[in-house]
């Protein structure tokens, strides 16, 4: 039986953080969701769909991850409820620092009481990813600065484009 993980995010813009949890969670499930968050509760930087055609040209462009592997949807509702929909009882985390940790095991404490059969599993990127975040990559490319070592190719044209 095929295993799938679903990894939410708001991938405002995707980063070699987020690859690495990606990597690494094809070790333990077969399929990774790449579930970007539609929710209101945040500004963003790119729309929605700038954010789904970032991530697939990111991961299936530039990076050549097989697409039976890895499939990238929006969502607006319950983690938990896409985990249903998807038959999935894996929860994805990625993890850069113990300051992450606190929300995290919250998180997934609410999602337990959502349902009791997914589990939360928290992945730490390697080292040299654990610094990088979404928002510090904006105000670097905001800044002119070089973003190349924390995203892809696709994803920094992208970036350079909006801040134009």
Known sequence: MKKTGVYPGTFDPITFGHIDVIQKSLKIVDQVIVAISDGDNKKYLFTIEERIKIVNKA??????FKKNKVKVIS??????DLCKKYKSNI????????????YEFQLAGMNRKLN?????IFLMSDVQNQIISSRLIKE??????????FT???TINSLKKKYE
């Open 116 to 120: 009791k059969n997914i589990e939360t």
């Open 75 to 80: 969502f607006n509702s319950l983690t938990t």
């Open 91 to 102: 929860i994805l985390r990625g993890l850069r620092a113990v300051s992450d940790f606190e």
């Open 152 to 154: 892809t190719k696709s």
């Open 140 to 149: 670097i490319i905001e800044l002119k600065g070089d973003i190349k070592k």
């Open 59 to 64: 991961l299936f462009s530039d990076l050549k």
